[in-house]
């Protein structure tokens, strides 16, 4: 009986590194692959179960899709375990999985500290309403206000990673991971954070490595038995030589898929950016100069990724995505329904004054650069004792 478990649980995790995708170089690969092995049994599941089911399927982590994925795998799983006869099988599956929450505990862990998980917010959410932001986002938002947060939990979760890969540390490391987990499940939970099922697969993983230890663990700590804690060996192949090699070689594709975004993200931030805040101080309207309070909107917004926001006197947003044609003076923008339309720009680097050419429409403004940098909420300010708050 516990073999069948074992059997059922390593064939459904192992699944799920193949078939869910992550965030990484190969992406869009492993997207496209788990959409055409199984889009046509989730849409089945969809058509069957749900009223009006969704005419794109999107596998991303809490939507439906997702969760027949893992239905789905989970019942592949069972059927793969009636096969399955070599206990040989399982010591590999921990040998895989393992791996995998090192490159997960490393991935996050670096992204932490490199402030490109949890980020500094944008100037869009810095002059938004606080109520009417959403609890993930505010979340989001004010854990990236907080380097040496964001800079500790990465390093608690890199050391975690590397404290794996080592035989002798191996528990220990197990142990830690599976709090950590935890607390980023209870977070998901707590704050509606749109990768619940993700963290709870990630917590999952982590109990099946832990699960050999927790009998020789309860001896020890309940029941006063003197218990050998059996640490085993990571093994792909028989070779110990081999096996050697094909763990630093996985190591380096770990590293690869990790640091080369940053390389990537180092020469996309060389282009031409408008990145900042900026407050709209006079607008044209065929020719006539309209008063501020006639026109909707206060303030535009340079969001990182190439989105453009603008907000109304009443703090609603409207945004489009946008990319620069530097060698034109233009921005192509365009909204969710594909339609793309051109705006000329000009600016002055000696007043940060940006001026924006809506020809379609026969719209001009001017709008003045904020120092969005100096707003209370960036100040990286310390006070230890209460008398040094002003």
């Not at 793969?80 to 995998?100: E, G």
């Not at 002798?168 to 099922?197: C, E, G, M, W, Y």
């Not at 940006?354 to 969005?372: H, I, P």
Request: hydrophobic share 50%.
């Amino acid at each position: 009986m516990k073999f069948q478990a074992e059997k059922i649980f390593a064939s459904f995790f192992l699944l799920g590194i193949i078939f869910i995708p992550l965030n990484t170089l190969s992406n869009d690969f492993q997207y496209r692959f788990s959409h055409f092995v199984f889009q046509k049994p989730i849409g089945f599941l969809l058509n069957l179960f749900v009223i009006n089911p969704t005419e794109r399927i999107e596998i991303s982590s809490d939507s439906l899709e997702f969760n027949l994925l893992l239905i789905l795998i989970f019942l592949i799983s069972i059927l793969i375990s009636v096969f399955i006869k070599n206990q040989k099988y399982i010591s590999l599956a921990r040998s895989i999985l393992i791996f995998y929450l090192i490159f997960i505990l490393l991935k996050y862990g670096i992204e932490k500290m490199m402030g490109t998980q949890f980020y500094t917010p944008e100037p869009n959410i810095l002059y938004s309403n606080f109520g009417n932001l959403d609890k993930d986002i505010l979340f989001w938002s004010v854990t990236g206000l907080s380097r040496t947060y964001c800079i500790i939990t990465g390093i608690v979760e890199v050391l975690t990673g590397i404290l794996l890969f080592f035989r002798r540390t191996r528990l220990i490391a197990l142990l830690i991971s599976v709090f950590v987990l935890i607390q980023i499940l209870v977070i998901n939970f707590s704050f509606d954070i749109s990768v619940k099922s993700f963290s709870a697969f990630l917590l999952a993983t982590n109990i099946f490595l832990l699960s050999p230890y927790l009998k020789p663990l309860k001896n020890i700590f309940f029941s006063e038995k003197s218990e050998l804690l059996k640490n085993p060996e990571i093994i792909f192949v028989k070779n110990s030589f081999a096996n050697q090699w094909i763990q630093l070689f996985l190591i380096g594709i770990f590293l690869v898929q990790i640091f080369y975004p940053y390389v990537i993200s180092k020469e996309l931030n060389q282009r031409a950016s408008f990145q900042g805040a900026y407050e709209i101080t006079e607008t044209i309207y065929k020719n006539d100069t309209l008063s501020l309070s006639d026109f909707p909107y206060k303030r535009i917004f340079f969001h990182k990724d190439n989105f453009i926001i603008l907000q109304k006197t009443n703090d609603e947003m409207r945004d489009f995505y946008y990319e620069i044609q530097a060698h034109k003076k233009q921005i192509i923008a365009k909204d969710y329904h594909q339609n793309e339309f051109a705006i000329d720009y000009q600016f002055n680097q000696n007043n940060s004054i940006l001026k924006l050419n809506f020809r379609k429409d026969s719209l001009q403004f001017k709008a003045q650069l904020l120092d969005w940098k100096s707003l209370p909420a960036l100040k990286n300010d310390f006070h230890f004792l209460i008398e040094h708050i002003k």
